[in-house]
């Protein structure tokens, strides 16, 4: 079975999803966001970056499915006291070899532990229907509701995001959508709308919002990596977000501020 990269197994996360959390990052994804604060998570090969003492370190490694298993089931005792599971993140997951990905997701629900997908939603629609059973919850981003946008700062255009979004919500699924926030770009109040009435036409059922306003704190990968900084964009005022936050809510959508 043809293994993906793990650039990172975070255990006592609570950044992706409900409660404590093991966030297993994989490595490698479709698109490629400006903002993007894991810069090592992007290619899907391993790579070399400098550790804190300016070491070169491999990013990129393999597990077995037993082993992954084995290593988020140590916390079983912490999810189910603080309600909280494991979560596949990224890069992207659903980009990934989907065998693998079942056996993995299988293998979590045997023992009955929370599964939540971070997904970009630009992957192929038969992965997320074949994920679909074993998901408890999915953390699913929208970038942008004008593709000319999402093509601009992401590299690919956003319909196969909308229409994904649209099946899942179509399928039951429960979806905390995620947006991603950057200043004059997708927080005006125009962006706002037209996502608000997009949602609505197309009966989008939607059980949270987080707002994740943008943040620069990757960096320092990019530069560790080699690589040129494409993150350059400014933070949302309060303001704005507590707009937002009440635009959503007033349409009966709890919405978090943060991840
Ligand atoms: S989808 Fe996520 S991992 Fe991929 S480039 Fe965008 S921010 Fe980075």
Excluded at 61 to 79: H, P
Excluded at 244 to 256: H, L, N, S, T
Aim: hydrophobic share 40%; glycine share 8%; charged share 25%.
């Amino acid at each position: 079975m043809q293994q993906p990269l793990i650039f990172n197994v975070q255990k006592f996360s609570t950044h992706d999803g409900p409660g404590i959390r093991t966030t297993i990052f994989f490595k490698g994804c479709p698109i490629r966001c400006q903002w993007c604060h894991n810069a090592e998570s992007q290619k899907f090969t391993a790579e070399r970056m400098l550790d804190k003492n300016g070491v070169p370190q491999l990013i990129g490694r393999t597990y077995e499915i037993d082993e992954l298993v084995k290593l988020v089931a140590q916390d079983q005792l912490f999810y189910d006291q603080s309600g909280g599971g494991v979560t596949f993140s990224g890069g992207e997951v659903m980009a990934q070899p989907l065998p693998y990905l079942l056996a993995l997701a299988q293998g979590i629900k045997r023992r009955g532990i929370h599964l939540a997908i971070d997904t970009c939603g630009v992957v192929p629609q038969k992965n997320l229907a074949a994920i679909l059973p074993y998901a408890d919850l999915f953390l699913y981003d929208l970038k942008f509701i004008d593709s000319q946008l999402h093509q601009r700062y992401t590299g690919a255009g956003n319909e196969k995001v909308l229409d994904n979004l649209k099946f899942l919500s179509d399928q039951g699924a429960v979806i905390d959508l995620r947006l991603i926030l950057l200043k004059d770009l997708n927080d005006t109040e125009e962006m706002l709308q037209r996502t608000l009435a997009w949602v609505q036409e197309n009966q989008i059922r939607i059980a949270r919002v987080s707002l994740l306003p943008y943040h620069d704190f990757g960096r320092d990968k990019y530069r560790k990596l080699g690589r040129e900084c494409t993150q350059n964009f400014a933070v949302p005022t309060d303001e704005r977000l507590a707009a937002i936050k009440a635009a959503w809510e007033q349409r009966g959508v709890p919405v978090k501020i943060g991840g």
